[in-house]
């Protein structure tokens, strides 16, 4: 066997090819961290929230989160047609309360609780299935139909 074969001539050249790819990998782990210290810190906006639940409820009835509403139960009169989109009905004691009206076929408004809807006809109670509206002091119901039916 030549010399250039040998074991004993091949071993110091893996020890400098050794030495060398050790010092390649803590020259790539010094850049690291030197860079990962020295790179200005990115600063991420804050995330902006509506707070004003009227303008929430609004926002959450334009968006059609399950589709396109059907068709509500209606209520009508003389004067206005109201139709029941969706409720927000509150979760405690004194937590607001909306209701999602479509009246006279206009696209669905957010009404407070204690709001007026039309003209003498003041939104009175919101329940997670039904409105209770006051209009000319009669208390009248709209309810939400059955999920699937029209």
Known sequence: MSAL??????????????A???????????????????AP????????FETDPHTAAQAIASRH???????MAVMTSP???????????PQH?????FALLSIEGKSPQSI?????????????????QQVELLRGGQTQILTLPERGKP
């Open 112 to 128: 407070r609780e204690g709001e007026e809807v039309a003209p003498g006809v003041v939104l009175q109670r919101v329940l997670p």
């Open 41 to 48: 810190v990115v600063v991420r906006p804050a995330a902006m």
């Open 65 to 71: 989160l399950f589709g396109a509403a059907p068709t």
């Open 5 to 18: 074969f040998s074991a004993a001539a091949l071993i110091p050249w893996l020890g400098r090819l050794a």
């Open 93 to 97: 004691p004194g937590d607001p309360a």
């Open 79 to 89: 004067a206005t047609d109201i139709r029941l989109s969706g409720t927000i009905a």
């Open 20 to 38: 060398l790819s050790m010092l390649a990998v803590l020259a790539w782990l010094g850049a690291n961290i030197f860079w990962s210290l020295s």
